[in-house]
C-alpha cells in the first residue's frame, strides 16, 4: 500500500563522515522527487528535489541521486555535521502539486 | 515574510469533541495543503486547494474530517467528532503555481485526542 518507503527509520552517522539516506518507490509514473528536513517541533523545511530527467543533483554539501529503473531515490550528505540531525522525508509526485511522503529516516549526526 | 501560520499549537481535547485547526498560509501563494503526520504513515495528505478551491480530497480519512478555505489567508480543518486515533500532528503548506513547487510548511499543530 505504502508507495514510498523508507527502509530505515534512523542512522548514526559520525561527523565529517558521509550519510546516506535511501527511498524506494512503486509507481514508474512518478517524475518528481524531493527531499525535506524536520527539526523537532518545526514544520518540515524544503533541502532539494530532482525531476526524472536527471539522475543526479547537487547543491553544496547535498547531493540526491535518482535511479529510475530501480525506483530507487537517495540523498549523500558530506560532509555529514551535528546541525544535520534530523528527520529526513522523501517525496515523490507525478505531475502534480500532490506529493506522497515516506514515513522518514532520523539522522544522527555524532560529534 | 511570517511563513504560514498555524494556531493552535498544541490541542488537547476528549474524544467527541470537536476540533478546528487554523491555517494562514503565505502571502500569495494560491495552493494550500493539509497533511497529518503519524509514526505509523508518516506524513499524509488529507486534501489540497487552489484558489481556495479544494482540488483533492482523497485523502480526507472520513466524513469527520472537513476543511475549508473562504479566502486566500485563511483555512481550517475541523474533526467533528474527534476520536482518539485522530492524535497526530497536523501540518498546513502552502506554495505557488510555480514549476518548481516547493511546498512550505508551518510548524503544525499537536492534536491530542483523550
Known amino acids: 500500500d505504502q508507495q514510498v518507503k523508507q527502509n530505515s527509520p534512523s542512522l548514526s552517522v559520525q561527523e565529517g563522515r558521509i550519510s546516506i539516506l535511501n527511498c524506494d518507490y512503486t509507481?514508474?509514473?512518478?517524475?518528481?522527487f524531493l527531499w525535506y528536513k524536520k527539526y523537532p517541533a518545526e514544520g518540515p523545511t524544503f533541502l532539494i528535489s530532482?525531476?526524472?530527467?536527471?539522475d543526479k543533483n547537487e547543491d553544496g554539501r547535498f547531493t540526491v541521486f535518482l535511479n529510475k529503473s530501480a525506483k530507487h531515490l537517495s540523498l549523500h550528505i558530506v560532509p555529514s555535521q551535528p546541525g544535520d540531525s534530523a528527520v529526513y522525508f522523501c517525496?515523490?509526485?507525478?505531475?502534480?502539486?500532490?506529493?506522497?511522503f515516506g514515513t522518514g529516516t532520523r539522522l544522527k549526526v555524532l560529534a | 515574510d511570517a511563513g504560514v501560520i498555524q494556531s493552535p499549537r498544541h490541542e488537547v481535547t476528549e474524544m467527541g469533541q470537536e476540533v478546528t485547526l487554523r491555517c494562514k498560509p503565505i502571502?500569495?501563494?494560491?495552493?494550500l495543503f493539509w497533511y497529518r503526520q503519524t509514526m505509523m504513515r508518516g506524513l499524509e495528505l488529507l486534501i489540497y486547494?487552489?484558489?481556495?478551491?479544494?482540488?483533492?480530497d482523497s485523502g480526507m480519512p472520513e466524513d469527520r474530517f472537513s476543511a475549508k478555505m473562504p479566502n486566500a489567508s485563511f483555512s481550517t480543518l475541523k474533526i467533528q467528532p474527534s476520536e482518539p486515533r485522530d492524535s497526530a500532528v497536523y501540518f498546513c503548506?502552502?506554495?505557488?503555481?510555480?514549476?518548481?513547487?516547493?511546498?512550505?510548511f508551518g510548524p503544525g499543530t499537536r492534536l491530542t485526542v483523550l
Open positions: 486547494f487552489n484558489n481556495n478551491v479544494p482540488i483533492d
Open positions: 503548506a502552502s506554495t505557488t503555481g510555480t514549476m518548481s513547487g516547493t511546498q512550505y
Open positions: 509507481n514508474s509514473m512518478f517524475d518528481y
Open positions: 530532482i525531476s526524472s530527467i536527471k
Open positions: 502571502s500569495g501563494h494560491d495552493y
Open positions: 517525496a515523490v509526485s507525478s505531475g502534480t502539486y500532490k506529493y506522497i
